[in-house]
């Protein structure tokens, strides 16, 4: 069975930095690009950024509200995925889901908080 | 950038009515357009894929259609455990754009 576990949410100040993880279990996690998608209290769905596999070179791709200050990278030995999240504005405040592969989102971790504020 | 527009933006059905929502996207995007099912405080899930394709475990009242900028999403007999959002997304693996619409959100009269 698919199973990603979001971690590392949490409450930051603006301007601080923040590292969530992804930990998958039930497929071979390093033949997979991972993607980030993160939801504004209230609001709708926004594709944050993804990585690829290291088959296909293990680039990585971002939204560009968070181009620059957010960065995915991956640790295949351990089957886990990070985004390392710096100059956190208030504007971050969102549940950040970790999901499988870049463009169909068939597995969906249950998401961690992360909350910008002062 | 590739927009996403959904309409309607809420609406209210019976159950057992048929319930269709529209997606538009500002180019054409092929048949690359997804759908989810999200309730609340859970993450989305996955419906239809490359427009028409239901996904593994998926009730078939759920169906999806159209190709270029037009798509349909439709549920043939709404049930009292689709109340959820529903979210049309885009994607286009070669530019690596990926776009949610801004959602629909479905209740029950």
């Known amino acids: 069975e698919v199973q990603l576990v979001e971690s590392g949410g949490g409450l930051v100040q603006p301007g601080r930095s923040l590292r969530l993880s992804c930990t998958a279990s039930g497929f071979t996690f390093g033949d997979y690009a991972m993607s980030w998608v993160r939801q504004a209290p209230g609001k709708g769905l926004e594709w944050v950024g993804f990585i690829r596999s290291k088959a296909y070179g293990g680039t990585t791709e971002y939204a560009a509200s968070v181009k620059g200050r957010f960065t995915i990278s991956r640790d295949d030995s351990k089957s886990i995925a990070y985004l390392q999240m710096n100059s956190l504005k208030t504007e971050d405040t969102a549940v950040y889901y970790c999901t499988r592969g870049m463009g169909v989102a068939a597995y969906w971790g249950q998401g961690t908080l992360v909350t910008v504020s002062s | 950038d590739i927009q996403m527009t959904q309409s309607p933006s809420s609406l209210s059905a019976s159950v057992g009515d048929r319930v269709t929502i529209t997606c538009q996207a500002s180019?054409?995007?092929?048949?690359?357009l997804n759908w989810y099912q999200q309730k609340p405080g859970k993450a989305p899930k996955l419906l239809i894929y490359?427009?028409?394709n239901l996904e593994t475990g998926v009730p078939s009242r759920f169906s999806g259609s159209g190709s270029g900028t037009d798509f349909t999403f439709t549920i043939s007999s709404l049930q009292p455990e689709d109340i959820a959002t529903y979210y049309c997304q885009q994607y286009d693996n070669l530019l690596s754009l990926f776009t949610f619409g801004p959602g629909t959100k479905v209740d029950i009269k």
């Open positions: 490359d427009a028409s």
């Open positions: 180019q054409d995007i092929s048949n690359y």
